[in-house]
Every structure is written in C-alpha cells, then in structure tokens.
C-alpha cells in the first residue's frame, strides 16, 4: 500500500488542524492505521492509531482530547483532526499502517512496514 500525507503547515497556539493520509493499491480499512511524530532530534513517537481489527482508536496518554483520528473507507484515507495546538506538537507526522501488527505493538513505529513521506505541522506561539 502506498501511502501519501498532506495537510501540514503553519498555525497558531491554539489552532487546529487535519491532516489526511490517502492511500492507494489496497484497501486501507484492513490494516492497522496509525499516525507518529518526530521534532527535531527527537525519537518518533506514537500519536494515534486505528487497529485493523474492530476499528477500535487509541492515543498517546498525553495527546487524548486535543487529538481524533478517523477514517474514511469510500476514499480510503485516514486523518487525524489536531485541535488546541501548542508549540510542543511542533513536528513532522507521518501516517503509517500495517496489516499484520498486533495490538500490542501498535505504538511501536517499528513494527509498521508502510509509511508516507510526512507532512510538517509548525505551531507558533
């Protein structure tokens, strides 16, 4: 699966913002979708994901309210709606997805197989 994000830029504390990840070649619905992060030289960290099975959504403790992420299945992209923004949040995002991931991996950005190039969210303050 080929997977393209897209929606990042530059916004104001505060703001929001939705990212989309489209995808083509497979049907996205049945993988684990996830979306990471990284700051500058700073490790990837885990945002949120949907697993494939049961569609059930998970976030990183600390991103839990200001963060959603959905899916939309008829266009097969994956977005995640990031609102109240702060300076911290300030990274590239990638989306990712996998089809074989356990849920107990889902956090683990090495155990996904398929990314897209990023998309650099800036938040000002």
């Known amino acids: 699966v080929q997977l393209q994000a897209f929606g990042g830029g530059l916004v104001q504390a505060g703001g929001s913002l939705r990212l989309s990840c489209a995808a083509s070649g497979r049907t996205l619905s049945r993988y684990t979708r996830a979306w990471f992060r990284q700051a500058p030289g700073k490790e990837r960290e885990f945002v949120a994901a949907i697993f494939r099975s049961g569609g059930s959504t998970y976030y990183a403790d600390s991103l839990k309210g200001r963060f959603a992420i959905s899916s939309d299945n008829a266009k097969n992209t994956v977005y995640l709606q990031m609102n109240s923004l702060k300076p911290e949040d300030t990274a590239v995002y990638y989306c990712?997805?996998?089809?074989?991931?356990?849920?107990?991996?889902?956090?683990?950005?090495?155990?996904?197989?398929?990314w897209g190039q990023g998309t650099l969210v800036t938040v000002s303050s």
């Open positions: 990712a997805a996998d089809n074989s991931i356990i849920l107990s991996q889902i956090r683990n950005y090495l155990q996904y197989d398929y």
